[in-house]
């Protein structure tokens, strides 16, 4: 991997609350940017201000020629936006306007997320208690992976919770009775003594849990149930749909997963089943014609 990228990869790691898979995903993109370029006779490291918006498209092109669904080339498109904004910022190249790249276009695809059943069937396959209470907490959160790793005893005052979310910003959820009960039977079954400054999810050694390992985790979980893959994102898509359908309306679920933009919320996280949808459509408002 070339310097820049490198430098690009190790500055997300240590500035960015970007979960393990990005972390892999932006690393591919752009070793097989780079891979790309040196067909052409061009090395990032050297030749970074030749780049032109020309050679970009072309490797949008390839991608496509190779097969690539819309999804996947927009996401490549997104770290290519990514890396160049970041040397930018860095004076390290001229500005070569990546915002006039070809629009990829993509269907909005439903996310993944389990009914009420699939849900407990899901959590009791955990057969490590720790891991078990990591799900308990996703799935009655709606936080990310990372938020919940992170998670501090000296966080939790009663049922308030204190958090970072995505680009270090401070936020705040509640536990309910589930995770406080579940918290506390985990701390008395395995007679634990957490500082404040102890992290609730660790390793033998006392390390903080990677999002790799739990990722591993649930994918075995999911094959035990032979079940599709899912990750740790599709229970804050359950949570968020469990609370819609239960009527919590979209600006509080907004609040709760800490989105700065509703649409997002709306657009992600809002799942019809049939029977709701026909219950809609039942309804009578003009019941005097």
Avoid at 51 to 78: A, C, M, N, V
Avoid at 167 to 173: L, S, Y
Avoid at 180 to 202: C, E, G, M, P
Wanted: charged share 30%.
């Amino acid at each position: 991997m070339c310097n820049l990228i490198n430098n690009f990869i190790n500055y997300v790691k240590n500035n960015e609350d970007c979960s393990y898979r990005t972390i892999v995903a932006y690393t591919s993109d752009l070793c097989q940017f780079k891979t790309f370029l040196l067909q052409k006779k061009i090395t990032i490291d050297k030749d970074i201000k030749k780049i032109s918006i020309t050679d970009i498209d072309s490797f949008f092109s390839y991608l496509k020629q190779e097969g690539l669904k819309p999804s996947t080339r927009k996401r490549k498109s997104i770290t290519i936006k990514r890396f160049f904004k970041y040397l930018e910022e860095r004076l390290i190249t001229n500005d070569i306007t990546v915002n006039k790249m070809s629009k990829i276009k993509t269907e909005i695809r439903e996310k993944k997320y389990l009914t009420k059943d699939n849900l407990i069937k899901f959590i009791e396959a955990f057969d490590n208690p720790r891991n078990k209470l990591l799900m308990i907490i996703l799935v009655n959160t709606g936080l990310r992976i990372s938020e919940a790793l992170n998670l501090k005893i000296s966080d939790i005052k009663d049922t308030e919770v204190s958090i970072i979310r995505k680009r270090n910003k401070e936020g705040g959820i509640y536990f309910n009775e589930t995770c406080i009960v579940a918290l506390r039977k985990y701390i008395n079954n395995n007679k634990l003594n957490f500082s404040n400054n102890d992290y609730i999810f660790t390793n033998l050694h006392g390390k903080k849990l990677s999002e790799c390992y739990i990722w591993q985790e649930v994918k075995k979980v999911c094959k035990k149930l032979n079940i599709a893959d899912i990750s740790t994102h599709s229970l804050r898509h359950t949570f968020a749909t469990l609370q819609y359908e239960a009527g919590t309306d979209l600006k509080k679920i907004q609040a709760m997963l800490g989105h700065t933009d509703i649409t997002t919320t709306a657009r992600i996280y809002t799942h019809f089943n049939n029977d709701k949808l026909k219950e809609s459509f039942n309804n009578n408002f003009l019941t005097n014609i």
